[in-house]
């Protein structure tokens, strides 16, 4: 089994950062790739940046040069630095894995989220 394990969230003012932190652990063989999602109130969860083994990175156009998704592989550690934050970033951040079992099948798995407030 694996879990993730969210840290960071909280209320920030309009501008302000913020840095959120993932990490994995349990019966890991190897990652594929972990992110952030993000869902607001009334809305679908949406991706907000992803880093793959490799590493490539994916964000969100809405983030594009304001966060910064980054992995420290030898802790299985996903990391979201979040700058120049506007209220339409509030939300409930989620981090998502697909984590390799020993048979090298890759599986989803979900944190359980983090909130993201920021005020005007």
């Known amino acids: 089994q694996v879990q993730l394990v969210e840290s960071g969230g909280g209320l920030v003012q309009a501008g302000g950062s913020l840095r959120l932190s993932c990490a994995a652990s349990g019966s890991i063989f190897g990652v594929n790739a972990m992110g952030w999602y993000r869902q607001a109130a009334g809305k679908q969860r949406e991706l907000v940046a992803r880093?793959?083994?490799?590493?490539?990175?994916d964000y969100a156009d809405s983030v594009k040069g304001r966060f910064t998704i980054s992995k420290d592989n030898a802790e299985n550690t996903v990391y979201l630095q979040m700058s120049s934050l506007k209220p339409d970033d509030t939300a409930v951040y989620y981090c998502?894995?697909?984590?390799?079992?020993?048979?090298?099948?890759?599986?989803?798995?979900w944190g359980q989220g983090t909130q993201v407030t920021v005020s005007s």
């Open positions: 880093i793959t083994r490799g590493p490539s990175t």
């Open positions: 998502y894995a697909e984590i390799m079992n020993q048979r090298a099948y890759s599986y989803g798995y």
